[in-house]
């Protein structure tokens, strides 16, 4: 079973994020980093592949400035190859140019199955995936907790706002996963060694044959108008705990009238 | 008023329909002359509800077999919309339901979407969205540039809902056309996590646990303490990650989002995703060990200590008042 899992590169999220202010985009100048929202995504498919009795995980990534650190992360993990789509003329690009670009890449690896996570750390607008769906016209399963393969279909747990929902989807079909759907593995040392050798194939927005001008901000058909600090919730009172300090929440839950 | 006319899609929790649909109705009426409801299912069960909310006419897909509400309702949409008179915005829920709809009719329009959207507002040359972005410490404003209608996904408790006084909707059925392999998926079973007290995103009060909390077994200390207050017990996502609890206690941005009267959060650091859905609370409680932990930067009351400690002495406190 050939499965792609979507990574996503980002701007460490435990550094400080950035608007850049002419075009109010998400710097994304420095270093990036695998997603972690998309680790689990790489170790389901690892998974799956390994059950499956063989098979290749291909990555599929969009990211600027030929991005690959992220990108190695995940084949240290275990994942056969990658493909990397990078372009000046997708800066600015919104969700669905995204999904336009990752569909075209996606169709060249044929997989039967595809995994992304429900969503990004630094969009989450969490559509990017159904609308890969969508462009490809395969079904899709969303907020996946737990998955497996049977056969040539794919029995998922899909939360829903009471519990969850266990559905059957045929191949190929996209599957995105939530966290803590699997543990994911750290790279070994080997894993880090082979990762080096393993073959990234980058392509350019007219590589994939799509329109430079559908996509990224030329193609976005959504615009930011202003950015401004929201109103901040004042901190109040805080006191260090002396042992009584359960008195003082009593009588908080009596002024507000709770008890 | 900014606009002729919004759609709203209506979701549903079996044959309920969700608390965030009435909250877009509320808002669609105040923005546009007309709304409408789409909706799956039974629509002349819930045609009287929808309508005291505002909608005209509410518009079902028909019983989807088994399948998900996703592409069956994106391809009537996109239909309805390629037969002419569109309307000039589309409301869609942030759940779990509305990403799929939003995302699956987005790609057939080729419209994009604006998501977590918390608040809309008319503006120069149509809707002005609002959006909490860095954990809510900034509001970003965006609009469509493309041609209507726009695909809007909103959080939910970003309104309050508020009946119209209007009569029941008007029901009809739209076709959903030849789905193919997109529609291929069935709901096999649906399980529900069985749970006492109020749902936890309409309780007055929420006492939420984290990592903090050290083991899944002092969680009980949360559901002790949400009982006593007649609460309902949250988690933080790294516990439910961990499996100490089901998934439905997730508040924050990918799971509740909650406004109760208070907001009890022991054990809980405070990222910026936790807080999304938490911090329009009335009033916020936070114990922590950790006196530089985020949390205390946004509660009313913070209590830096160990919850281990503090948690069974307030619940002994509560008890003895009974
Ligand atoms: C795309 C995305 C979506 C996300 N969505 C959500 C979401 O919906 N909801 C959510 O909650 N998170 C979400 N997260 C995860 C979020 O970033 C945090 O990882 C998570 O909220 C941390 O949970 P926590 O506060 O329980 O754990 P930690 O951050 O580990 O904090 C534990 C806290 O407990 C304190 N502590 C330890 N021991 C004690 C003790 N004995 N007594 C008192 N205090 C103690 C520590 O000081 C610490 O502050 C999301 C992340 C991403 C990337
Ligand atoms: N640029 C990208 N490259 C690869 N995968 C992506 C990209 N953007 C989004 N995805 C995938 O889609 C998921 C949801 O993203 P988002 O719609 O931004 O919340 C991500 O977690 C990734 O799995």
């Avoid at chain 2, 006419?57 to 019983?63: I, K």
Wanted: overall charge negative; hydrophobic content about 45%.
């Amino acid at each position: 079973m050939n499965v792609v899992v979507c990574v996503k590169q980002i701007p460490d999220p435990a550094g400080t994020y950035t608007l850049d202010p002419s075009n109010h985009n998400l710097v994304r100048d420095g270093k990036l980093i695998l997603d972690d929202s998309d680790s689990y995504g790489v170790e389901m498919g690892l998974q799956l592949a390994e059950q499956a009795g063989g098979g290749e995980v291909t990555l599929v990534s969009m990211a600027p400035n030929s991005e690959t650190s992220g990108l190695r992360t995940a084949l240290a993990m275990g994942a056969a190859r990658a493909i990397l789509v990078s372009d000046p003329a997708l800066a600015g690009s919104d969700a669905l140019s995204t999904a336009k670009v990752l569909a075209a890449a996606i169709k060249r690896a044929e997989p039967d199955l595809i995994i992304a996570a429900t969503e990004s750390t630094d969009g989450y607008t969490g559509t990017t995936p159904v609308q890969v769906a969508e462009l490809l016209g395969l079904p899709a399963v969303t907020f996946s907790k737990k998955v497996t393969v049977s056969g040539d279909k794919v029995v998922v747990e899909r939360q829903t706002e009471e519990g969850y929902d266990q559905v059957e989807v045929p191949l190929p079909a996209v599957v995105t996963v939530t966290a803590g759907v699997v543990e994911p593995r750290y790279p070994s040392f080997k894993g880090i060694m082979a990762a080096k050798g393993k073959p990234v194939e980058e392509l350019s927005v007219s590589d994939l044959g799509l329109d430079a001008s559908a996509v990224g901000a030329a193609g976005a058909g959504q615009e930011v108008v202003s950015v401004a600090p929201a109103e901040a919730r004042k901190a109040g009172e805080v006191v260090v705990d002396e042992g009584d300090a359960f008195q003082q929440i009593v009588a908080y839950l009596e002024k507000i009238k709770v008890i | 008023m900014a606009l002729n006319t919004i759609w709203v899609v209506v979701d549903r929790t079996g044959d309920k329909v969700a608390s965030v649909a009435l909250e877009l109705l509320t808002k669609a009426r105040q923005l546009a002359g007309t709304v409408e409801a789409i909706t799956w299912g039974d629509a002349s069960a819930i045609a009287d509800q929808v309508g005291s909310y505002g909608a005209t006419a509410v518009h079902t897909v028909g019983d989807l077999g088994g399948g998900l509400p996703g592409p069956a309702v994106a391809a009537a949409i996109a239909e309805r919309i390629s037969a002419g008179s569109p309307p000039e915005a589309i409301f869609v829920a942030q759940s779990y339901n509305g990403r799929d709809i939003a995302g699956r009719l987005s790609a057939r329009i080729d419209r994009p979407v604006l998501t977590n959207v918390v608040n809309l507002a008319e503006g120069d040359g149509g809707l002005v969205t609002e959006h909490a972005i860095f954990g809510g410490t900034e509001i970003l404003n965006a609009r469509f540039t493309a041609s209507a209608p726009g695909i809007y996904v909103i959080r939910a408790k970003s309104f309050a809902p508020e009946q119209s006084g209007g009569g029941a909707a008007q029901v009809d059925t739209w076709d959903v056309p030849e789905l193919g392999a997109v529609g291929a998926a069935r709901i096999v079973s649906s399980h529900v996590e069985e749970t006492e007290g109020p749902k936890l995103d309409e309780a007055a009060v929420v006492v939420s646990g984290g990592r903090g909390l050290g083991d899944a077994d002092s969680y009980k200390l949360i559901e002790d303490l949400a009982k006593l207050l007649k609460g309902a017990p949250g988690a933080s996502r790294a516990i439910v990650d961990a499996g100490w609890v089901p998934y439905s206690h997730q508040v924050g941005q990918t799971g509740k989002t909650v406004k109760p009267t208070v907001y009890i959060a022991c054990g809980i650091s405070g990222a910026t995703q936790h807080m999304v859905g938490m911090k329009s609370s009335k009033n916020i409680i936070a114990v922590n060990k950790d006196q530089e932990a985020p949390i205390f930067t946004i509660a009313d009351l913070g209590v830096v200590g160990d919850v281990k400690k503090v948690l069974p002495q307030l619940i002994e406190a509560l008890k003895n008042r009974s």
